[in-house]
């Protein structure tokens, strides 16, 4: 089963839209991690299981975060100005095109006209 933690450079509202869709999730924030290092959440979400969504950047970094060591991480590009809505929205579309086998291990970067996926090499 997939389940989402999200990172807090997202609106709480991601949480709560997600929850409300259907999917287990889960806000940094609520779980004393809002101002963690990269390094910790990415830890806290592999050791959970957890998919994480975040607008850092940083986190598509693959020699700090390489595929396959991971339960996924997406990393959203949003357009420069917008709003709350606007984000979950564009989230909402594309999570709701992918599968779990889409999500494991690999690197997903999801902006409004789609979304990009690195995957992991089979073993």
Request: aromatic residues 6%; positive net charge.
């Amino acid at each position: 089963m997939i389940r989402f933690l999200i990172d807090a450079d997202l609106p709480r509202s991601v949480c709560i839209t997600l929850r409300q869709k259907g999917y287990p999730a889960d806000d940094v924030r609520d779980l004393d991690l809002g101002t963690a290092s990269d390094d910790a959440i990415f830890q806290h979400a592999t050791t959970h299981g957890y998919t994480l969504i975040s607008a850092d950047k940083g986190f598509s970094n693959l020699l700090h975060f390489p595929l396959g060591t991971h339960h996924g991480i997406l990393v959203a590009r949003f357009p420069r100005h917008a709003p709350a809505r606007g984000k979950i929205r564009i989230l909402l579309r594309w999570i709701s095109t992918l599968q779990e086998e889409d999500l494991r291990g690999n690197l997903l970067i999801i902006q409004a006209k789609g979304v990009r996926i690195r995957r992991a090499k089979a073993r």
